[in-house]
């Protein structure tokens, strides 16, 4: 059974430009969130995708945005960069949507913003 | 605002002893689930405690929920070094479809 997988574990971007970062589910996981942790503080949740929609949404501009695909793997997608962008990135996946599931996150993409 | 607080911020303690932690939240809740995080890494998932349960064990972890006080505790027996980490509360409402709401974490140090 594999876990969750992110890729890049680490990036540069510059502000204003645009950064795709992608995420392998668990395998049998359907769900998939997606939170934001900046330095010292808990995650924040941006949004999920459940079989391939979108089905909650956090307080997150629209220049975040996401993707989901058949084979339950995704996408987030950040479009001009802001400095406050810099932080870790999670993916997480759970087996079923709703309320009482845990959920399996991946290691993250550390985003660092100049 | 953060759904869960937890308390302390940090603590130290040395092996051997317990360590137990504290979460707060705000609204009626589905279920309270903790995970831990090693040096700002993945969060690991240890227990989901539902809003009808008052206490579960998992190995060395205890975990209670009080809805009337809406707050929950984290005790960690017999600590060991590689329990150095952030360990974070996370609600899910009632009548969600399972966002995790986060609290600023409780560092936890564990000398040898």
């Known amino acids: 059974e594999t876990g969750v997988t992110q890729s890049p574990t680490h990036l540069i971007k510059t502000r204003g430009q645009q950064v795709t970062l992608r995420c392998s589910s668990q395998?049998?996981?359907?769900?998939v969130s997606w939170y934001q942790q900046a330095l010292g503080q808990g995650p924040q949740f941006i949004f999920q995708?459940?079989?391939?929609?979108?089905?909650g949404r956090g307080n997150f501009p629209p220049r975040f945005s996401g993707l989901q695909f058949p084979n339950y793997s995704s996408e987030l997608n950040v479009n001009a960069l802001e400095l406050d962008d810099s932080a870790l990135y999670l993916c997480?996946?759970?087996?079923?949507?709703?309320?009482?599931?845990?959920?399996?996150f991946g290691s993250g993409t550390r985003l660092t913003v100049v | 605002s953060q759904q869960g607080e937890e308390d302390p911020q940090a603590l130290s303690i040395q092996e051997g002893e317990n360590a137990t932690m504290n979460c707060s939240y705000k609204?009626?809740?589905?279920?309270l689930q903790w995970y831990r995080q090693n040096s700002g890494r993945g969060l690991v998932h240890l227990i989901l405690i539902r809003s009808n349960e008052r206490e579960k064990h998992s190995g060395r972890l205890r975990v209670t929920l009080d809805t009337s006080k809406k707050s929950s505790s984290l005790l960690i027996t017999a600590s060991r070094a590689a329990d150095t980490a952030s360990y974070f509360c996370a609600t899910v409402l009632t009548d969600s479809w399972g966002k995790l709401q986060f609290g600023a974490g409780t560092q936890v140090v564990v000398t040898p």
């Open positions: 997480a996946s759970s087996h079923r949507q709703g309320p009482g599931y845990g959920y399996t």
């Open positions: 609204t009626s809740i589905n279920n």
């Open positions: 995708y459940y079989r391939e929609e979108e089905n």
């Open positions: 395998s049998g996981h359907n769900t």
